[in-house]
């Protein structure tokens, strides 16, 4: 809405203008004209005007002055002459009605009136007096000129006149061109009102070319002085520049970009205050060319004068950071470019502190490149997948990995690194899991660890072929960003070669290492496993032990043994029929395993054909050597076993082991089921079978009642033997050794079993079932203990020493960890002097001994104690075996000595033997000494101590005591009889 003030015109040239021009008029008046009627922060913003742009009116005298006149009413009467239909003619003003205020009457020097002022005047409506010319009733209010058809005027306004500074008796009867002239046509035709004096006031011109009733047209100019477009346009261009502005000032303040600019045309420099804080220029004032150039620090001036005249001359554009000197600590980057603004030159700038960001930017550098160079150096495969899982990098461990370059990896998803084949195996149907399967349940950042997958390896330099996979352990890290994304992190443990290495170990554990076949582990699992199932009744279990092999590993070496086993094991592997597997128990023990007898005829054809299958001549070491096995085979039926039909089902013609071994490969944890309660009775009747074969010099034996009750014995025996050995039920006597005058010079401590049932119970019965149960190390240990403690008490004889006791030792033996230390502990505990112990062990326990068990050995041999070859001859034992063994005594067996008095060859070996053990000076005792013959014999070759029944049977250690006391002990030939 335009608002209404009242105006006068002030400094109308009084001379020129009619009498009613300077009277007080009221005036609608455009909005921004006058600033008092704005809003105070509308008139703040208009307040900027530039210098060139201001009118000097603006500040001359004659101004317009609001509210200071009193108003006049508006409105005007008809002016229509209604009986001539002319307008009728304007009334002559009164000139004394216009009187000029006083205090303007002395400035109206003003020669002409301002644009706004005649806009001002041209656009008020002025209070028509009476007769007002009828034709203007016609026409709208403001400045209007009649025209007749030939141009000349007719009559005009009053405005009009105004506007002209003529009366309108003076125009009338013009031509209109003296007053108006076209100066631009179109829509908006555009004018000139030719003042009287010569001055101009451009108008808008709207034509009326046909007065109604009339043969006249007229004209009505509008004065546009003070609406000039192009005025508007600046002004708001100044209003939007002035809010630019300060808007620019605020967002510089808020982003510590500070701005500065200089004049080249007068070198004249602005600056921010930013810009001032930044380059540490006082908050206000003019700053200089001097001061400009010292805010730099010294050193990077050279740098900033190379640049600045740069940008002058060539006029590029300046961008460098630079230190300001107040605080060197600080970074400046400083942008300015040259630019032309009219006809000066300005060089106009930004300058920021960057230094936070540059630290920042080289710490995320630092710490950037010190990850890459992580992964470049990492011995893992490390590789970065987005959010899709497609590998979006990789480091050169996983590509040396996986055997591909980087760029071939590029893009990969993860599941295509894995080796599916490998993973599955032949026999899996379901898919394997994704390799960067998150754990259930587990959301946005997190890091977990996986077992090892296969990964395919592409063989480099080959023919772009996958090899064998490489199984990597993943340790997987995802971090989620805040738009939901994921990148993984994933670090690839290459576990092939421990993966390897415990295949290799769960086949050790599972195989003979010689053989390779399966071993008494597989077949134990083997057996449990069938026992389970439906043919639990036909599973067969044959012993089979080979004869005479000792003799073979004694005669041609253990490598020739070795040989002899792998060819047999060959042959029994080739030989047996499907659903028959021949694993290797011990020493020269193979263990035939049938998962079903009566697939293949029944036992005794099974029997008939492993036995011919062992019935061979191998050739060992170039020459044929004959062997036979005896066997001794359980069936499952023998035991009574009831099939269980829901069992796992059973093939009789597969590989009963095979199928064992694969699911223990497959299971990771190689969790045994329970073994199936049977298991271990089946193959101990079987060995019992074999024991029986053996002692009963057949070829087979099948595991019947007999046999099985008499392994239940033995087992019972076993059992008791165990508590014998804790309850102290075991008993010691000792058997003289006597020199060639008699007197005892040792007694051997030999074990009895005082049973509760069946009385005194030798050591042949019960040695075996210590030796099955693996308790020979315990006995020998209390024999040990128990002999020395007794011997400690032995009275000597006259002035002799007193005897020594010697300890048969089969469990504790030289090398095992605990030997010296027993033995230590035990004499160490009876008191015994250590000349007084003799350790006696078979020939094979103290040959090809390691030289930590030698020097154990030494060790107790220098304190006193002496070892003795035990039973030296039996087997197949050679003389020149004698001399290599670490002892001081050789007792020859009583094998040699009962034929000695009537065998030329048992002769021969006891000379030999004496001969020898004299030659190296070990002590040669004769055992079993039974007759006056034989004891002349063997004293006449020279044997140094005799042990037999011809002397002393074993007796408990008080009798010993009381026969040691008497002295020495003559030939009893009733005695041994
Ligand atoms: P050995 O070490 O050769 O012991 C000698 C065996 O020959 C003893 O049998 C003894 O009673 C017997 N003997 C002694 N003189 C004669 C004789 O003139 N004629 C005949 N026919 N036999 C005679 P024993 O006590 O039954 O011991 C048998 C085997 O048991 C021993 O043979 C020894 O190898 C073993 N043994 C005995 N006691 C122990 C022991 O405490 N520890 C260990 N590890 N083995 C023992
Ligand atoms: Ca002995």
Redesign the pocket.
């Known amino acids: 809405m335009p608002r209404l003030a009242v105006v006068r015109v002030a400094d109308a040239d009084a001379s020129d203008v009619p009498a009613a021009v300077g009277e007080p008029i009221s005036v609608p008046v455009h909005a921004d004209t006058p600033r008092s009627d704005l809003a105070p922060e509308q008139a703040a913003r208009s307040s900027y005007r530039p210098a060139e742009d201001r009118a000097p009116e603006d500040d001359a005298p004659g101004r317009c002055e609001a509210d200071t006149l009193p108003t006049v009413p508006r409105g005007r009467p008809a002016r229509t002459d209604a009986s001539s239909g002319r307008p009728s003619p304007r009334p002559r003003e009164d000139a004394s009605a216009r009187r000029r205020p006083a205090h303007r009457a002395a400035t109206t020097t003003a020669p002409e009136v301002s644009p706004v002022e005649a806009a001002t005047v041209a656009a008020a409506p002025v209070a028509a007096p009476e007769g007002t010319d009828p034709l203007l009733e016609l026409l709208p209010e403001g400045p209007v000129v009649v025209v007749d058809a030939d141009g000349l005027v007719v009559t005009a306004s009053r405005e009009f006149a105004r506007l002209v500074g003529a009366p309108v008796g003076e125009m009338a009867g013009t031509s209109v061109d003296t007053w108006v002239v076209t100066t631009a046509s179109g829509s908006s035709e555009r004018g000139e009102v030719r003042r009287r004096g010569g001055t101009t006031v451009p108008v808008r011109l709207v034509r009326w070319n046909r007065l109604p009733g009339t043969p006249h047209r007229a004209l009505v100019v509008v004065d546009v002085s003070d609406l000039d477009e192009d005025e508007v346009v600046r002004r708001a261009v100044h209003s939007a520049v002035a809010d630019e502005r300060r808007r620019l000032e605020g967002l510089t303040r808020l982003a510590q970009v500070g701005s500065w600019e200089n004049d080249r045309t007068v070198d004249a420099w602005s600056f921010s205050s930013v810009a001032r804080t930044l380059f540490g220029l006082p908050a206000r004032g003019t700053v200089g060319r001097a001061t400009v150039a010292e805010c730099v620090h010294p050193m990077d001036r050279p740098q900033v004068t190379a640049r600045w005249t740069a940008m002058v001359e060539t006029g590029a554009r300046l961008d460098l950071e630079v230190r300001p000197a107040h605080d060197p600590s600080r970074l400046l980057h400083v942008r300015a470019e040259r630019t032309a603004v009219g006809h000066r030159t300005v060089v106009a700038g930004s300058v920021e502190d960057v230094t936070e960001r540059r630290a920042l930017e080289t710490r995320m550098r630092t710490s950037s490149r010190r990850f890459t160079d992580l992964l470049a150096v990492a011995p893992v495969g490390v590789a970065i997948f987005d959010d899709h899982e497609r590998l979006v990098q990789a480091n050169q461990s996983l590509c040396r990995l996986l055997g591909e370059g980087q760029e071939s990896l590029r893009g990969r998803r993860a599941d295509e690194l894995l080796d599916l084949a490998a993973e599955q195996g032949p026999d899996t149907v379901a898919m394997p899991t994704p390799l960067l399967a998150r754990p259930a349940g587990s959301a946005g950042s997190i890091s977990w660890s996986c077992a090892a997958r296969a990964l395919r390896r592409r063989e480099r330099g080959a023919r772009g072929e996958f090899t064998d996979p490489v199984w990597c352990e993943l340790h997987v890290s995802v971090s989620v960003d805040d738009a939901g994304g994921a990148t993984h992190l994933v670090v690839f443990t290459d576990v092939t070669e421990n993966r390897r290495v415990e295949a290799s170990l769960r086949h050790q554990a599972m195989h003979d290492e010689l053989t390779g076949l399966p071993n008494r582990r597989a077949l134990t699992r083997a057996v449990s496993h069938l026992l389970a199932g439906p043919t639990a009744r036909r599973t067969a279990v044959l012993f089979c032990d080979l004869d005479n092999f000792k003799r073979v590993n004694d005669s041609l070496g253990h490598d020739a043994g070795d040989e002899l086993l792998v060819w047999l094991a060959d042959r029994l592997r080739d030989g047996l029929p499907p659903g028959c597997t021949a694993t290797r128990h011990s020493g020269d023990e193979f263990v035939v395993l049938c998962a079903d007898v009566d697939a293949h005829g029944g036992l005794d054809a099974l029997t008939d054909l492993v036995g011919k299958l062992l019935r061979t001549a191998v050739p060992v070491h170039g020459q044929l050597v004959r062997v036979s096995a005896t066997i001794g085979a359980a069936v499952g039926a023998a035991l009574g076993l009831v099939a269980t039909v829901d069992g796992l089902e059973v093939d009789p013609f597969a590989d009963p082991v095979a199928g064992v071994l694969a699911a223990a490969r497959a299971d990771a944890e190689d969790t045994e089921a329970p073994e199936h309660p049977a298991t271990a009775d089946l193959i101990r009747f079987a060995d019992a079978a074999l024991f029986e074969a053996k002692s009963g010099s057949t070829r087979v034996a099948l595991a019947d009642e007999a046999i099985m009750r008499g392994a239940d014995e033995a087992l019972r025996l076993e059992m008791q033997l165990r508590q014998a050995l804790v309850n102290d039920e075991l008993v ?1 006597h000792f ?1 003289p050794v006597v020199g060639p005058d008699g007197c005892v010079q040792t007694a ?4 009895r079993w005082q049973h509760p049932e069946h009385g005194l119970i ?3 019965k019960f ?1 075996p079932i210590a030796e099955a149960a693996d308790l ?1 190390g315990e ?2 240990r209390w ?1 040990l203990r128990t002999a020395v403690r007794e011997a400690a008490t032995w009275p000597a004889y006259g002035d002799r020493p007193a005897a020594s006791v010697a ?5 504790l033996l030289p090398g095992d960890p605990d030997f010296l230390a027993t033995v230590d502990e035990a004499v160490a505990e009876s008191g015994l002097p250590w000349d007084r112990l003799v350790l ?1 062990l078979v020939e094979t326990c103290l040959a090809d001994l390691p030289p930590s068990t030698l020097r154990e050995m030494n060790e107790l041999i220098a304190a006193g104690v002496r070892f003795a070859v ?2 030296f001859g039996t087997g197949y034992s050679s003389l020149s075996r004698l001399t290599g063994l670490p002892a001081q005594i050789v007792k020859l067996d ?1 094998g040699f000595v009962r034929g000695v008095a009537t065998g030329e060859s048992d002769r021969a070996v006891a000379r030999a033997v004496v001969e020898l053990a004299a030659a190296i000076g070990q002590t040669c005792v004769a ?4 007759d006056a013959d034989q004891f002349a014999v063997l004293r006449d070759l020279g044997v140094d101590a005799y ?4 002397f002393a ?2 007796m408990p250690g008080p009798k010993l005591a009381e026969i040691l006391a008497r002295g020495p002990i003559a030939p009893d030939v009733a005695d ?1 009889s």
């Open positions: 010691l058997q051997e401590a030999l074990v030798f050591p042949d040695l020979l006995l020998d024999v300890v048969n030792l089969a469990g006696e035990d039973d009583r055992e079993g000494v039974e042990q037999g029944w011809l049977r074993a041994a």
